[in-house]
């Protein structure tokens, strides 16, 4: 996993070609030395490509993630500790945007606002937040008929040292879960917009429109479509893993 932050975040910087340079004479050239992974029916270092398109995903989540979970937590407690008309407000409005599918909502914002990354990242964040708020109230009900919540505050311990000793403890491994199937579903949501011409700019390498425009060459040359659909998947994969495992210890 760090290897391949390491490589998009080199991406930024650097990458073995220019990633938008045309050149007919080197089109669909075998992986190479010089060309990692080839080239493209234009001639473009589809390694280079593959690179910068990674940062569309890596902007996304980066968005999502720390919206969502910021606005889910405090929603959570709000939901847990406030007062009953905010509590049951909040809770009946998460459960309400659960029931919205977010490519539907990416859909719909990328045609009022435009399309890019920014839908699809309102669109993540508006869904995502409920999750983490429902989750930690559920945790906070559960966790205050508990013996040992209880007997910390009347030992004095104070509530926000029974959050920190007791909660926290038992609602990272959650939120991590979370955390890790919303960074995967940001990338697949990227990628799919990105296939429908939604995500970002056209003349920008991304996975999901590099998807669309290399589908014709599924058969004869199938390195160009397989190539981004890998890369989705382990970058899915290893985020899913990586922020599950880390967010647990």
């Excluded at 999750?131 to 509530?159: I, K, N, T």
């Amino acid at each position: 996993m760090l290897f391949v932050l390491a490589l998009i975040a080199i991406g930024f910087f650097w990458q073995p070609h220019d990633p938008h340079a045309i050149d007919l004479s080197q089109s669909l050239q075998a992986p190479s030395w010089d060309h990692w992974l080839g080239t493209d029916h234009l001639g473009r270092d589809l390694a280079s490509r593959l690179i910068v398109g990674a940062q569309s995903s890596v902007f996304a989540i980066a968005i999502v993630l720390v919206s969502s979970f910021g606005i889910g937590v405090v929603a959570g407690a709000a939901i847990a500790i406030g007062p009953w008309s905010v509590s049951a407000t909040l809770r009946w409005l998460a459960e309400t945007v659960l029931t919205v599918p977010t490519f539907v909502l990416a859909l719909l914002l990328a045609a009022l606002f435009g399309a890019g990354l920014m839908s699809i990242a309102a669109a993540l964040i508006v869904v995502t937040w409920a999750p983490y708020a429902l989750s930690l109230a559920a945790l906070f009900d559960r966790l205050r008929g508990e013996q040992y919540w209880q007997a910390s505050l009347a030992l004095g311990a104070g509530l926000p040292g029974a959050l920190h000793r007791h909660m926290l403890p038992n609602t990272l491994p959650v939120l991590g879960a979370l955390a890790g199937a919303d960074a995967g579903r940001a990338v697949i949501l990227v990628a799919s917009l990105g296939f429908l011409g939604l995500s970002a700019d056209t003349g920008h390498p991304e996975w999901g429109a590099m998807i669309h425009e290399y589908r014709m060459f599924l058969f004869s040359e199938p390195r160009l479509v397989l190539a981004p659909v890998c890369a989705t998947t382990v970058l899915a994969f290893l985020l899913n893993r990586a922020l599950d495992r880390n967010i647990n210890v």
